[in-house]
């Protein structure tokens, strides 16, 4: 939706305001891609032409970068998934279990890509729908988590409450995205997709792959 492509440019705009330098500041190997431009055709009559387009700024060289998603995903015509053989790879390199392992790549996990969202709630306002889909992770050569990245401009969500916060950066913001919204809305859309689907999705895919024991992870995470 056009209000969703409005906010990309204004995420983009209010990182460059102060924020993105705020973000490096607390949180050094967090970012968020951003969407700093968009194109569409306008259709008589219509609100959406259904032409719209984003363009998405590329900032990734060499570095080795996951979707989430992609790399939970069981790939039987490849002997199991890509996370299956980075938690192999790194047992075998350092010799520890499975498990050992599971839990030192969750604790790096949470520090690099989730707990940079919450800090970012918490102190700014500024919710992000960081599902599984929506979450980037940035691995080491050896394939641990090392970085995070938060991408799509449909998910983002300013407190209501807390916009000044945001204001003192960019004025106005969050009402041509139309995304100012009440913190019981952002609590909501946190619980579910960076607890549930992100969080417990990690957990449940260990545990489904036979990688690890899921009541030891969920220790380390909650």
């Known amino acids: 939706l056009r209000k969703e492509l409005r906010r990309g440019v204004e995420i983009d705009r209010l990182l460059d305001a102060g924020l ?4 490096a500041a607390a949180h050094p190997t967090f970012s968020i891609v951003r969407d700093p431009a968009w194109m ?10 259904g032409f719209e387009v984003v363009l998405r700024a590329n900032p990734f060289g060499q570095e080795r970068v996951a979707c989430v998603a992609g790399l939970l995903a069981e790939r ?5 998934s890509q996370l299956r053989r980075l938690v192999d790879g790194l ?7 499975r498990q050992q392992v599971a839990e030192q790549w969750c604790r790096r996990y949470f520090d690099h890509l ?3 969202v919450l800090w970012l709630y918490r102190t700014h306002g500024l919710g992000l729908e960081a599902h599984q889909q929506n ?8 394939g641990w988590p090392c970085g995070g990245w ?8 300013i407190s209501q409450q807390r916009v000044a916060d945001l204001e003192r950066f960019l004025p106005g913001v969050g009402s041509a995205g139309e995304n100012r919204v009440d913190e019981a ?3 909501e859309r946190l619980g579910y997709y960076v607890g549930i689907n992100n969080l417990l999705g990690l957990v449940g895919a260990f545990g489904a792959q036979g990688l690890a024991d899921e009541h030891r992870l969920l220790a380390v995470l909650m």
């Open 20 to 23: 993105g330098a705020e973000i």
């Open 40 to 49: 569409a055709v306008d259709v008589p009559g219509h609100d959406e032409g």
């Open 76 to 80: 039987p015509e490849l002997g199991g």
């Open 91 to 97: 047992a075998a390199r350092t010799g520890e279990s």
């Open 114 to 116: 989730v707990a940079p």
């Open 135 to 142: 979450s980037l992770l940035s691995l080491d050569e050896h």
């Open 150 to 157: 938060y991408r799509d401009n449909q998910g983002y969500y």
């Open 185 to 187: 809305v952002i609590d």
